[in-house]
């Protein structure tokens, strides 16, 4: 059973990251605003706030931080209030959190959610509040359990979901004493925020959760393993899309039907081109005959041209796919042109405005 989060309960969302590994998707735009399944990934993360009775949002803004409010406004559309906070210079996560303080209602001893901005999660996050409520926790974390945990840092708990211990990625298999993991998302008490330091780069994953530990605090982690997906690279980005359109990936922000492709209004997709795959088609975009484009993104106003064949891969604004032309986990930034019969895999990524002649690249002899 699902226990609803009291009412009026506010969040922080961080989406102030450069999104350096996502270049060049993250050129012109901030990640959280790229688009996934047809609207900015922003969006997903908002509807399913708001969803389980989030009211108050303060989003703590940086890289490109002029690009979130003219699209989202004061959150009335998404029946919220939202408000944004830019940082001067890059604060790191518990800078952030502290750096919009002052913007939040609550009282010292009331919940406040955060949420990274890079995050497609299922996680339930009424039963996140919930179980910090219960538990008398000063902070509570979502946990998550991966098969391979050595990219990350650990995260053990007692036998009552109390944590112990913050481990480093852990190099050695004696190191991996278990598999759960921070999955980025917190509740804190709104007195723990304040007494985050003020003005300087602050990390909550190596400073601020490790020093409330050694001081005795409370924090507590909640293991949920539902759907998971860090959004850092190109091809997770693009696999998250998929799983949103397929509906792997819960949001009540899809603008269709799930299944095995979105298509937005004002796109033209010839009758003979096969979409598969979760593949989301942004307005404006063209896909010409007998195209194939299986587990992929394409942006607004983007060109796929006859023949062509796309395979998880994105093809940024206003890109441009020619004739025969084979993507296969791939990255084409906005307004750039790949020529007629290129063939581009293995992830590699062709810079925005960048013009590919055509059969200039290749990666198998030709046929």
């Not at 226990?3 to 996502?22: F, P, W």
């Not at 081109?273 to 484009?293: D, E, F, I, N, Y």
Request: proline share 6%.
């Amino acid at each position: 059973m699902q226990v609803r989060a009291s009412a009026g309960t506010e969040a922080i969302l961080l989406v102030g990251g450069r999104g350096s590994r996502l270049r060049p998707l993250t050129v012109n735009t901030p990640k959280p605003m790229v688009p996934a399944a047809g609207v900015p990934f922003l969006t997903h993360q908002l509807a399913r706030a708001r969803a389980a009775g989030v009211e108050h949002v303060v989003m703590a803004t940086s890289y490109l931080a002029e690009v979130f409010e003219p699209y989202f406004g004061d959150g009335a559309a998404l029946g919220l209030h939202l408000e944004y906070v830019t940082e001067e210079e890059p604060l790191g996560t518990g800078g952030a959190i502290r750096n919009v303080a002052s913007r939040l209602s609550s009282a010292p001893g009331d919940p406040v959610l955060v949420f990274n901005g890079d995050i497609l999660t299922g996680l339930d996050i009424r039963a996140l509040v919930s179980t910090h409520t219960e538990s008398g926790a000063d902070v509570s974390l979502h946990l998550t359990q991966v098969t391979d945990p050595r990219a990350y840092g650990l995260v053990p708990t007692d036998a009552y979901g109390r944590v112990t211990a913050f481990l480093e990625k852990p190099q050695t298999p004696e190191e991996i004493v278990t598999d759960q993991i921070n999955a980025g998302a917190y509740v804190f008490n709104r007195s723990v925020i304040d007494t985050i330091p003020q003005g300087r780069p602050v990390s909550v994953e190596r400073e601020t959760f490790p020093g409330l530990l050694a001081d005795g605090a409370h924090l507590h982690g909640m293991v949920d393993s539902t759907y998971w997906l860090d959004l850092g690279t190109p091809a997770a980005f693009v696999r998250g899309s998929s799983d949103l359109v397929l509906g792997r990936a819960p949001s009540p922000a899809v603008p269709g039907r799930r299944g095995e492709c979105l298509v937005l209004d004002g796109a033209d997709v010839a009758v003979d081109a096969k979409l598969t795959g979760g593949t989301a088609v942004g307005a404006g975009a063209v896909v010409g005959h007998g195209a194939r484009v299986e587990g992929s993104t394409l942006l607004d106003g983007a060109v796929v041209e006859p023949g062509a064949r796309i395979r998880e891969s994105m093809v940024g604004a206003g890109a441009r796919v020619g004739a025969r032309a084979v993507l296969d986990g791939a990255v084409v930034g906005d307004g750039a042109v790949v020529g007629a019969d290129n063939e581009l895999r293995a992830g590699i990524r062709v810079w925005c405005g960048t013009e590919l002649a055509a059969g200039s690249v290749r990666f198998s002899s030709d046929q």
